[in-house]
């Protein structure tokens, strides 16, 4: 299985989709790091490692449709069967969401659905927890639909919310629960274990 991975940042769960190929627990293949921040992290490891390495944001474009058409032409390019979003801040086009249904898979440091949706990345996600005072938050590994955070839910794991959290602690370990699922969630689908059905997803 032929990967995309799209960061925007350091690229941490890049790095531990990486080194689950290089293990063994992921039988797939990077063949394109695509960032929307030029100067993302996960740049330069993916050039580290020989890995195809390119910058791509709407911007570039005089409009969506033109973008759109160029996104799908270098994942063609590129061989690319699935996309593992990793830190991604910008909204997947429509037009790639269809061509590459159930196909698209992104990372969630929470529970699904709760404290998903719009504003809902990165530290404020904990910021949301620590504020609502519940005790258990996690991590979430969801198929990529149209609207944000709301597709079919294909892993999730639990992780303890301490009372001496700060939203900084807490993503910590939300971070190491990240990179210990999210590997294993793409190997499902590389070994064709994953079975679809509307909004139900069986991993056997």
């Not at 293949?29 to 050039?47: E, K, P, Q, Y």
């Not at 990165?122 to 938050?137: N, P, Q």
């Amino acid at each position: 299985m032929n990967i995309a991975v799209f960061a925007s940042g350091r690229g941490s769960n890049f790095q531990a989709i990486l080194k689950a190929i290089e293990d063994g627990r992921l039988p797939a293949c990077v063949t394109l790091l695509l960032s929307n921040n030029s100067n993302a992290g996960a740049l330069d490891l993916a050039r580290s490692r020989n890995i195809p390495a390119i910058h791509l944001n709407q911007k570039q474009f005089s409009s969506e449709s033109t973008y759109e058409e160029r996104l799908l032409e270098v994942l063609a390019q590129h061989g690319v069967d699935m996309i593992a979003l990793a830190g991604y801040m910008k909204r997947i086009p429509a037009k790639v969401i269809d061509q590459y249904w159930n196909k698209i898979l992104n990372v969630h440091p929470a529970l699904l659905p709760a404290f998903g949706g719009t504003g809902m990345y990165g530290i404020h996600v904990h910021e949301a927890v620590l504020a609502s005072g519940i005790k258990t938050t996690g991590v979430t590994v969801h198929i990529v639909d149209e609207k944000y955070d709301e597709g079919p839910i294909v892993m999730q794991q639990t992780v303890e919310v301490l009372s001496n959290d700060t939203p900084e602690t807490l993503a910590a370990r939300v971070l190491v629960v990240e990179h210990e699922i999210y590997p294993k969630a793409l190997a499902a689908f590389a070994s064709k274990r994953v079975r679809i059905e509307g909004r139900n997803v069986w991993i056997q």
